[in-house]
């Protein structure tokens, strides 16, 4: 099956028709948005595919968004072209896949969501420093907890706000058979694993496990096989005592 790319000016043409709120092509009505739930919106369905400083998200499946507006910015476009150019991504992403094949699904978020995801994108894009205020507070870090082991299983959640990280960085666990699980909550494919322990599958809406034997004083590193998960930093570490 041959791939049809609309030219560029029947796809303008395409999106006026179907999205009032677009007053032109390349631009959107000036309208308040809401960037604090455009952030946790973006953290929990786009973070685990592009890396975004500002949200703390660092996906490597799609392109980095600090580095994609760069150059526009540089050469004079500003927040609300970007702001319609992201906008138009979520409702229509370009049809060609990654060198992984991997494509981004459209609609992630839509309406009103939409609007607030495309508006923080475009105020928080390549822009140095760290955000502050309502927005500082809007999405908890993950990894901050300590899991421990309890009647032969320990449980370490991943980030149900879409984090590539589990809640707790740390474990721990007393020496012999366990059963490890990572009930996960987020819509996005995770696993755990030890290497030379065991193996969960990866599971977007479930729970991963497998059964393991721990030894006395060690210390083992558990992490996330999905390409590019534990790069971003769901990995953690796990103490027998
Ligand atoms: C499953 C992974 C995945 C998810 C989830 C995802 N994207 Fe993408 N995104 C991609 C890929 C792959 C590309 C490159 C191909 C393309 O342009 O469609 C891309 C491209 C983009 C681009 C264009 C960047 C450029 O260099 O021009 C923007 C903007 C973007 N995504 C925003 C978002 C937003 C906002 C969300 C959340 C609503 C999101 N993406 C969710 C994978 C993803």
Same mark, same amino acid.
């Given at each position: 099956m041959g791939k049809r790319i609309m030219p560029r000016a029947a796809l303008c043409a395409a999106i006026v028709a179907a999205v009032p *709120?677009?007053? *032109?092509? @390349?631009g959107v009505k000036d309208q308040q948005a809401d960037v604090v739930a455009g952030k946790q919106l973006f953290v929990k369905k786009c973070g685990a595919c592009h890396t975004l400083s500002h949200a703390g998200t660092k996906g490597t499946? @799609?392109?980095n968004l600090d580095e994609a507006f760069q150059q526009s910015l540089q050469e004079g476009f500003g927040e609300t072209a970007v702001r319609g150019v992201v906008y138009k991504q979520i409702l229509y992403p370009n049809r060609l896949p990654n060198a992984q094949g991997i494509k981004m699904p459209s609609k992630l978020v839509s309406g009103e969501d939409a609007h607030d995801v495309a508006a923080y994108v475009a105020s928080v894009t390549a822009k140095p420093g760290k955000d502050t205020g309502r927005l500082a507070t809007a999405v908890q870090a993950a990894g901050g907890g300590t899991a421990v082991e309890k009647d032969g299983t320990l449980s370490i959640p991943a #980030?149900?706000? @879409?984090?590539? *990280?589990?809640? #707790?960085a740390k474990a721990t666990a007393t020496a012999g058979p366990v059963t490890i699980e990572m009930p996960n909550k987020s819509g996005i494919g995770h696993d755990i694993v030890i290497d030379g322990l065991g193996k969960g599958e990866v599971v977007s809406d479930g729970t991963s496990s497998f059964k393991a034997t721990l030894e006395a004083g060690k210390t083992y590193t558990y992490y996330c096989s999905v390409p590019g998960h534990r790069q971003a930093g769901m990995q953690g570490t796990l103490t027998v005592k």
């Open positions: *709120a677009l007053s *032109a092509c @390349g499946t @799609g392109p #980030d149900p706000n @879409g984090q590539l *990280a589990y809640e #707790d």
